[in-house]
């Protein structure tokens, strides 16, 4: 009976450690699954090798010149080869990640009878008036005249036109192509790709030491940007200022926008700030019984007037100022000084990527002829010219580096050549490109660091889209679509930004694990002691069944 | 945002290209011609009606109204001059029709103040109209509330589906409507925002001349805000231009309520002055208002035995009825310049003639964590009669560091007072000091005919709400145990192995039996 106890023990035994074994496998494999599936955040997988191959993109810009040679250019021979094409790489030395390489292909070809016709006659700027065909965004057309044509000026050697077009003077020469060639590629690149439009348009991604302020000067590329213009009247009593700004948008401004509405949206305002002061006191100088506002206290005059200039309600674009201040009767007539102390000649100043500011004078022959307030009518062409010349350098349109002995040709009544917004449209892809791609790699890196963040598939989608707008404007660059490139490359920049502003994103943030162990040790602990316990019972147990047969032996 | 020389000297480096454009541009358009004599297209009147209330109180009511004469929702670029632009630019927009946005912070009390001229419900309140051409409303109306929250600091954007109604019957347009669509009206409440001075400031920056001359010079915030009550609001809506109405202007009041209390500012007199109300005066108009007025209710003029005095006494007054009543009004004009000129500011009193009761009221509002409150009353009771002395405490939220260890027993509030010189039945007569009894020397008695009390309340206990400190982890706690007691058991005898005990022979209890037994001399087991 004994016997049949023990065995009958023996089988509860081992029923037991099965159980216990059960537990720990139901416990493993469905358990700890399970557990992980409830609790973990979802992340959607995300491109990362591509993204971090993207910091290794080459840019290569190509700028498709076609070159015209007229019939006394270049010795014959020579014309006999036409037409080909020369293609001239260089490498722009900047200190960033990716590498820009410039790219002029210079398709030769000969002239045309009309365009024969058009050279032969008057002077480059009437021969560029009339240009006939429509030329793609980006590229150019460079004539080659005979060298000694009246078209030019005798000592000039080319002409920059106000369109896509220059014209170089041939020589008759045995290396006629190498030399033309070679100043074909000066105008070119003042008309298209300096390194110095480059460098102003990665200003934020490259080391400050190299690149002073003033590179950072042009506002950041944007969808779109708003222009105020606000009257500061700090002394409505003493002046009542009127000033025509709808006709002076109207003649001057909205002509300019029309013509840079490739690079982007406008929209335009203004409004008449009263009690609006300066936040600086002005110096009085007896001498010329006047007040002076000096260089190195410009910076202190932006703030207090800012608070009331009110941000743009109605949309996210980076808003310019232009203001102009009709100085308080106490403190007029106003003017600028700059460093030597000379009255600056247009009593105006602009800080970058915010807009500028006019000092305006009430003339002071208007104080004796009647009682205050004086009615002040304010000149808007003097105004415009200041703002006009500020706000194309607000949007980093800077002279080119012209070459020795080239005439340039004034600019349209738009106040902007073409070539002119090529040359941005080049410079704001390139940036917009950059700015995509720090914002990429950024995001990346931050979901990498920050295991609990959530991605959802609207943030991934996102993501996509602009790697894939990144590559896509990278293509159009280097095979010359200026124009589809500027798209995709803005297409990027809002994919980019909109994936890593993401609300989504900040959910799970705070979540520490102090508070998740405090959570799960309650429920844990009572449930894993037994398993384990009894799991060491049986390994100690095992362990001594092996051991035994090796002492009997 | 700093401005430096090589940009100045650009500037002047520009000018060499921007020069020729404007001249060539002008030869082109020069003869459009500058529009000198046009009338200004816009106007502001401001006001501020000063209303002594019946329980004593002050009310101040300022509306600020600008007209603009414009089309707002068609032109292109927008131009604003007296129109403040943030505001412009959101009725072009959102095609807006009509804003009514209000901030408030207290309770208007109609059975003490009267009826308001202007009312708003506590918190922040928000309503619009939608012009019938916009088609997404409901994302029209959640952007235009980020915007707004925006603009005024405000914790607008907290409006959703949640607290947005669309009334059919009681939030008709203020303004000029053809059609009433309820589908454009939108309507939500947020009776949980707190007003204060940041949605003050900006409100104030809307003012054509800020707060730096006019009736703004008193909006100054630190008195605005130690009142009773405090109403700020925006009401933007299209109204006729002219009597035929051929074409709209927009019309943009702000206005602003605030209910002082004369008893506290004033130790217990219901005389005020602008500068005891706002700490400031008057001290010169506007020279872009059109019109800039303060009136004074002064209606109880000659009623109930009071007469009030107005100084300095006013020029002109208005009879009109208001809210079912006839009121009369005196009117200072700010620009008269009569009004001003004599000291070089204006600051309006109003006194009370008739002497107030003999009286005293001390009150020292408590300050969070550092004082408590402090009230004294001196009053004088009327024979056997009964005063009642009530004080309305609202219960708060310690920080939960405040508690003490037994929170649910309740705060205690100390004992109030009561100090009382009772008249005596019997003179007594003046005693000796070191004479008399201990017992009777405690208090001195000027005279004999009455004799000093002093009366203590019982303390007050007040049950303060009080947070269930550890409720989650209870929650988790208690689960988890159960759970784990479950499982425990159901583990144990799963895996432990059961079997019958054969009783040994030994044992502690049996050997004490058997020894037991064997003194008895009964059978061993």
């Known amino acids: ?553 | 945002m700093g401005a430096s020389a090589a940009g100045k000297a650009e500037v002047a480096a520009g000018m060499a290209a921007a020069m020729p454009l404007a001249l060539f541009v002008l030869l082109l358009l020069g003869p459009g011609g500058w529009c000198l004599a046009e009338p200004q297209r816009d106007s502001l009147r401001e006001e501020l009606v000063i209303t002594p209330l019946p329980s004593g109180d002050v009310a101040a009511t300022f509306q600020f109204r600008t007209r603009w004469d414009s089309e707002l929702q068609r032109e292109g670029v927008s131009h604003y001059r007296l129109f403040p632009k943030a505001l412009g630019q959101l009725i072009s927009k959102y095609s807006l029709r009509e804003l009514h946005l209000s901030f408030t912070q207290g309770f208007w009390r109609t059975r003490y103040w009267g009826p308001p001229f202007l009312q708003a419900p506590s918190g922040a309140e928000l309503w619009v109209w939608f012009q019938d051409t916009v088609t997404n409303v409901d994302k029209s109306w959640k952007e235009l509330s980020n915007v707004l929250s925006g603009i005024f600091c405000a914790s607008l954007n907290f409006i959703d589906s949640t607290n947005t109604v669309t009334p059919t019957a009681s939030f008709k347009p203020l303004g000029l409507a053809n059609d009433t669509d309820h589908y454009f009206l939108r309507y939500a409440v947020l009776p949980r925002e707190v007003v204060c001075t940041e949605n003050l400031t900006p409100w104030k920056k809307l003012l054509p001349c800020s707060s730096k001359a006019g009736l703004s010079v008193l909006l100054k915030a630190d008195r605005l805000f130690h009142t009773s009550y405090h109403s700020q609001a925006v009401h933007i809506r299209p109204v006729c231009r002219n009597a035929r109405c051929t074409s709209i202007s927009w019309e943009l009041r702000q206005t602003l309520s605030v209910v002082f209390d004369a008893f506290i500012t004033g130790q217990g007199k219901k005389d005020w002055s602008l500068f005891r109300m706002f700490s400031r005066t008057l001290t010169e108009p506007c020279p872009l208002a059109s019109e800039s007025r303060v009136y004074v209710d002064i209606t109880n003029y000659n009623q109930d035995n009071e007469t009030l005095e107005v100084n300095p006494p006013p020029t002109t007054t208005y009879q009109d009825v208001i809210l079912g009543t006839r009121k009369t009004y005196a009117i200072y004009d700010l620009l008269d310049t009569a009004t001003i000129n004599n000291s070089r500011n204006l600051n309006i009193q109003l006194k009370w003639k008739r002497p107030a009761e003999n009286g005293y009221i001390h009150y020292q509002p408590a300050q969070d964590r550092l004082q408590p409150h402090l009230l004294e009353m001196l009053i004088q009771l009327p024979a056997n009669s009964v005063t009642k002395v009530s004080i309305q405490f609202e219960r708060a939220l310690l920080k939960w560091t405040e508690y003490t260890p037994d929170p649910n027993h309740g705060f205690y509030v100390s004992p109030s007072v009561l100090s009382a010189l009772v008249p005596s039945m019997v003179a007594a007569k003046p005693v000796d000091w070191e004479e008399s009894p201990l017992f009777n020397s405690l208090f001195p008695v000027s005279d004999g005919s009455n004799y000093f009390v002093r009366l203590y309340t019982e303390p007050l206990l007040v049950n303060l709400p009080t947070p269930d400190f550890s409720m989650p982890y209870n929650v988790i706690c208690l689960t988890c145990t159960v759970v784990a007691v479950c499982y425990g058991s159901f583990y144990n005898l799963l895996t432990r192995t059961f079997h019958i005990e054969e009783p040994r022979t030994g044992g502690l209890a049996k050997r004490l039996a058997n020894l037991i037994r064997r003194i008895r001399g009964v059978p061993l087991l």
């Open chain 1, 1 to 553: 009976m004994a016997a049949a106890g023990a065995a009958a023990t023996d089988l509860e035994v081992v029923r037991g450690k099965r159980a216990a074994l059960f537990f720990a496998a139901v416990a493993i494999v469905l358990g700890l699954p399970l557990w992980w599936k409830t609790t973990e955040t979802y992340r959607a997988s995300l491109p990362y090798s591509q993204i971090s191959g993207l910091n290794a993109l080459q840019l290569r810009l190509m700028v498709p010149v076609t070159v015209v040679f007229t019939r006394e250019s270049v010795p014959l021979d020579d014309q006999e080869k036409l037409p080909f094409t020369v293609v001239h790489e260089r490498e722009i030395p900047l200190k960033y990640k990716m590498k820009i390489k410039c790219r002029f292909q210079k398709a030769y070809r000969r002239a045309l009878d009309y365009e024969e016709e058009a050279l032969s006659s008057g002077s480059a700027q009437e021969a560029m008036l009339d240009e006939p065909q429509e030329q793609a965004e980006g590229s150019l057309t460079v004539y080659v005249i005979s060298e000694h044509s009246s078209l030019l000026p005798q000592d000039m050697m080319s002409y920059i036109g106000p369109k896509r077009t220059a014209v170089v003077r041939g020589i008759m020469h045995r290396e006629a192509f190498n030399i033309i060639g070679r100043r074909i590629i000066q105008v070119a690149q003042a008309m298209s790709l300096t390194e110095d439009v480059l460098a102003a348009a990665l200003a934020d991604h490259l080391p400050e030491d190299k690149w002073s302020a003033e590179k950072r000067r042009p506002l950041k590329s944007s969808l779109g940007y708003e222009i105020t213009f606000s009257l500061l009247n700090p002394d409505p009593k003493s002046h009542d200022v009127h000033w025509d700004i709808e006709g002076a948008v109207r003649r001057y401004v909205q002509p300019f926008l029309n013509a840079l509405s490739a690079a982007g949206n406008f929209s335009v305002d203004s409004q008449i700030l009263y009690y609006a002061m300066l936040g600086v006191n002005p110096r009085f100088d007896s001498a010329s019984s006047s007040y002076y506002l000096d260089m190195h206290n410009l910076p202190h005059v932006i703030n207090p007037v800012e608070s009331r200039l009110g941000s743009s309600a109605a949309s996210l674009y980076p808003v310019l100022n232009f203001l102009l201040y009709v100085p308080e009767l106490a403190h007029s007539p106003l003017y600028i000084q700059d460093k030597d102390g000379a009255p600056v000649a247009t009593n105006a100043f602009h800080s970058p990527r915010w807009g500028g500011i006019m000092v305006y004078n009430v003339d002071s022959k208007a104080y004796n002829a009647s009682a205050l307030p004086v009615r002040v009518e304010v000149d808007m062409v003097r105004v415009m010219e200041v703002f006009l010349a500020q706000l194309r350098l607000l949007f980093g349109i800077a002279q080119p580096q012209v070459p020795p002995k080239c005439l340039l040709s004034g600019p349209k009544s738009e106040g902007l050549t073409t070539w002119e917004l090529d040359r941005l449209l080049w410079a704001r892809s390139v940036e917009n490109l950059a700015t995509a791609t720090t914002t990429l790699t950024s995001l990346a890196q931050l979901l990498g660091k920050i295991s609990n963040i959530v991605i959802k598939d609207n943030v991934a989608s996102e993501v996509y889209r602009a790697v894939a707008a990144i590559q896509k404007s990278a293509e159009e660059l280097a095979s010359g679509h200026l124009a589809s490139a500027f798209v995709a490359s803005q297409e990027a920049v809002t994919s980019s930004e909109c994936a890593f502003f993401d609300p989504s994103l900040l959910h799970l943030l705070y979540f520490p694990d102090d508070q998740k162990f405090a959570i799960y040790i309650p429920l844990f602990l009572p449930m894993a002691v037994p398993i384990l316990l009894s799991l060491v019972k049986i390994f100690l147990e095992t362990r001594k069944s092996w051991k035994k047969p090796e002492k009997t032996d």
